[in-house]
């Protein structure tokens, strides 16, 4: 308990030191820093503040390797969300690890990329060891991979592009024409992946974790089962021999990993099925760059047209 309340306070000077900081830096000059929490939300503002002078765009989880299920909020992490303009999130629960934080940063402006996203709601199971035996949990969750559904991404772009013109009004014109611009690209993106995967309507995929419904719901594609519910941790022998099932029941030739996950499941899946393995991106890590989201999206539809066919 005593611990508890020293680590608080040494937490609340940290932040209380970082926020005049602030006071003194944005008296001198008007810097604005956007802090994003993911990938996506990052791509997202680099391409909403393009052509905005002296404006920094930080990805807070830059050094993850993988999606924010398990992300650990560290001090220095909230020390620069609390010097930021704004912090953009993806928002859908991605961002759970905020829950417990976000008592220590009240004057922070939050921008949630969800706003008004229609959820995919889906159960899981846990198993959790609380010290007294293992628990079996059914977990009713929304899933948070909203920025797999490219027609979701440019309704998260608007939501973005609407709070930056509020934290910074100055700059409305250019985040609107810079968000024209990139919706524009994003709807020819719509467009030439509904006809790349048009022929592939209602085949059954295996991902490797749960980080597609929404890419496959708007394709047609069916998700048949997904190889690792949490990702950070070696799937259950459970888990491995229920997709082994489903491949032979359904006649599964394929299976997907993810670049930032070990493929080590995957590998023994396929010795006991035969199952070819490919690689799907989530979008979760990637190039620094503007047009990564468009690219990833187009490597994953020839991936799929080339393992579906
Ligand atoms: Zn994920």
Redesign the pocket.
Known sequence: MKKHLIKSIALFLIIFYGALLTGCRRSGNNKIKFVTSCYPVNIITLNLTENIEGVEVINMSENQN??L?NFQIQSEDLKNIEKSTAFIINGAGMENFLNKVVYEIPKVKIIDSSIGINLIEEETECTHNHGDGEHHHHHHESN??IWLSVENYIKQVQNVTNGLIIVDPTHEKTYKENCEKYIFKLNELKNQLSADLNELKGKDIITF???FSYFAKDFGLNIAGTINDE?ENEPSAKQISAVINTIKEKNIKSIFTEPQYSSSSADIIAKETGVKIYTLD?A?TGENSKDSYINIMKENAKTLKSALN
């Open positions: 993988g999606c299920h948070p991979h974790h749960k980080a990702p989530p979760v």
